[in-house]
Nanobody, 125 residues
Framework: QVQVLESGGGLVQAGGSLRLSCIVS????????MGWFRQAPGKEREGVSCISGSGGSTTYAGSLKERFTISRDNAKNTLYLQMNSLKTEDTAMYYC??????????????????WGQGTQVTVSS
């Protein structure tokens, strides 16, 4: 059974940083591209970033690349999202997801097969 578990969310002031982690079990981690998504209250879930199974390729939504960094440690079955210079508009529930294609680079929800329950990030002004 595949399990996806996010952690690292919390309350932070604008300008601060957070590092999200996502531990995955029940699959061969390196065979899966991984993504981060977020959903703010009243809004649709949107793609934040995606990383290939090897970790060699990444993609980001819009200008988030300037502040966010996705990475993975395949030996630890763990995905990360380093978020710097956080803004109030980054407040959302952040979700980790796994896609059954190692070479995928996508920010579309439909491309991902397994999802975590999310971790809340709240940025105060």
């Amino acid at each position: 059974q595949v399990q996806v578990l996010e952690s690292g969310g919390g309350l932070v002031q604008a300008g601060g940083s957070l590092r999200l982690s996502c531990i995955v079990s029940g699959l061969t981690f390196g065979d899966y591209a991984m993504g981060w998504f977020r959903q703010a209250p009243g809004k649709e879930r949107e793609g934040v970033s995606c990383i290939s199974g090897s970790g060699g390729s990444t993609t980001y939504a819009g200008s988030l690349k300037e502040r966010f960094t996705i990475s993975r440690d395949n030996a630890k079955n763990t995905l990360y999202l380093q978020m710097n210079s956080l803004k109030t508009e980054d407040t959302a529930m952040y979700y980790c997801a796994a896609a059954q294609r190692a070479d995928l680079l996508s920010l579309r929800k439909v491309d991902f097969n397994y999802w975590g329950q999310g971790t809340q990030v709240t940025v105060s002004s």
